[in-house]
């Protein structure tokens, strides 16, 4: 139960962010992005991603008001939203719109599998732990008797419906209630993975060091494995699009950083869903898709070719379109990503990678999603933070760029550090608009 001074609290956290949404700042904002999807960016896009693991360093659980954990959620949500608004001017739009995850689940390719990700409770811990990888197929032989297909376990439209309803009676009249999440990179991340990109998957089953070797001494057991996992993938999405669990990606929702389009940009655009599209039946096709190969960082691109993005092909050609990468170094690996997909919109340049390389080879047919590198936040230094960003845009000024601050994991004190280092990129950034 919620008590009224709770409930009269959370309402004034959604006036305050439905009076935030209003501003007609979010306007120009959804057109350039509108633009650079459309690969005519008028200039870089912005994005300061706070993590998870900084937000408690920002938001600590003293902050929080509500005792009931999934109130509690939300009012950490509008709480970000807010803060976002007064310290964090970027190009991330703020809207009204809440979206209220549909209640279903799927199971695991193995049952009690422990998956290798950091423990990370917001108002519970530090978020500071790791773990290794806890592979289950030791053997070969295991493949055939722990891993199965991921099967949907239930829908409960009842409980997804008390949610709503729940929600509207305290938010309503000040926020949007709308019912599913849009399709996201990480929407059953447990088990699918990073977007739909079976490498990963692969890689917790078996485990890293052991792919490794395996694409040396066993590239059928690979070959076959991918194969399966991509089979099991695409009936996963089948069964999203038959039950009705699918929802339009094509407008600026992200959670947790995340958006349609991975660990990359907004995915706000005007070409998709396409000219048959049925809101009553919505697929694969009408939407973006995602799909990464961080695991294969180090591995050459032929090998890479081969044993990871044939396989993801069959999963990308479902999408109107997809935006590819992640952590992951793409630097002799474009030729390979597009070919293997014409649907390709968006391509990650990391921190890893070499900018000069991604300007030259994808030019304005594609947009760059570049991430600095996260120490560029610490100890900040604006001078040489300014020339850094200015130094990179004017490489990058011919092409459409996309470019985010991520994987920051401790500001060490000093929020304000983000909101330092986004004046310095808006700036920056600002210096290269085309007119």
Known sequence: MISAEEKSYLRDLAKQVKEISQNEIWKEKDRLWRKLNSLQGERPMIICAV?????????SGKDLKIE???????????????????????????????????EYEFTDWVEGRR??????????????TAEAFHPCILEYDDWDKLVCKPELKYIDWKKTED?????????????????????????????TGWGTSAIDILCELRGLEE??????????????????????????LDTLESEGLLRINNDAFWKNTNTPLGSNGFA???????????????????LWGY??????????????????????????????????????????????????FPNLREISVSHAADIRIAAEKLKRDYVISWKP??????????????????????????????????????????????????????????????K
């Open 51 to 59: 993590t998870d693991e900084c937000w408690p360093e920002i938001i």
């Open 68 to 102: 009931d954990p999934y109130l509690r959620a939300w009012e950490y949500d509008l709480k970000k939203k807010i803060y976002r608004w007064n310290n964090i001017h970027d190009d991330v739009i703020i809207t009204d719109k809440i979206f209220v995850p549909i």
């Open 115 to 128: 998956r290798p990700y950091a423990a990370n409770k917001p108002y519970e811990s530090n978020g500071k």
């Open 163 to 191: 949610n709503m309803n729940l929600l509207d009676d305290i938010f309503g009249g000040n926020l949007q209630i709308i019912k599913g999440e849009p399709f996201y990179s990480s929407i059953d991340t447990t088990p």
């Open 211 to 236: 792919i490794m070797y395996d694409v040396i001494d066993a590239p059928e057991f690979v070959h076959m494995a991918m194969s399966y996992l991509v089979d099991c993938l695409s009936d996963y």
């Open 268 to 286: 706000i655009t005007d070409e998709l869903p396409g000219d048959d599209f049925d809101p009553s039946h919505i697929k694969t096709q009408d």
């Open 291 to 340: 799909c990464q190969a961080q695991e294969f960082a180090l591995v050459s691109p032929a090998m890479e070719d081969e044993f990871v993005i044939q396989h993801q092909k069959k999963l990308a050609e479902r999408f109107g379109l997809i935006s590819y990468g992640c952590c992951e170094s793409n630097d002799y690996k474009y030729d390979y990503l597009i070919n293997a």
């Open 373 to 434: 590198h996260a120490t560029l936040i610490n100890n900040f230094d604006r001078e040489k933070v300014s020339k850094f960003m200015n130094d990179s845009f004017n490489v990058l000024k011919d092409n459409n760029v996309s470019c985010s601050l991520r994987d920051v994991l401790t500001i060490h004190g000093h929020p304000e550090y983000f909101g330092m280092w986004t004046d310095v990129a808006m700036e920056a950034a600002k210096q290269y608009e085309r």
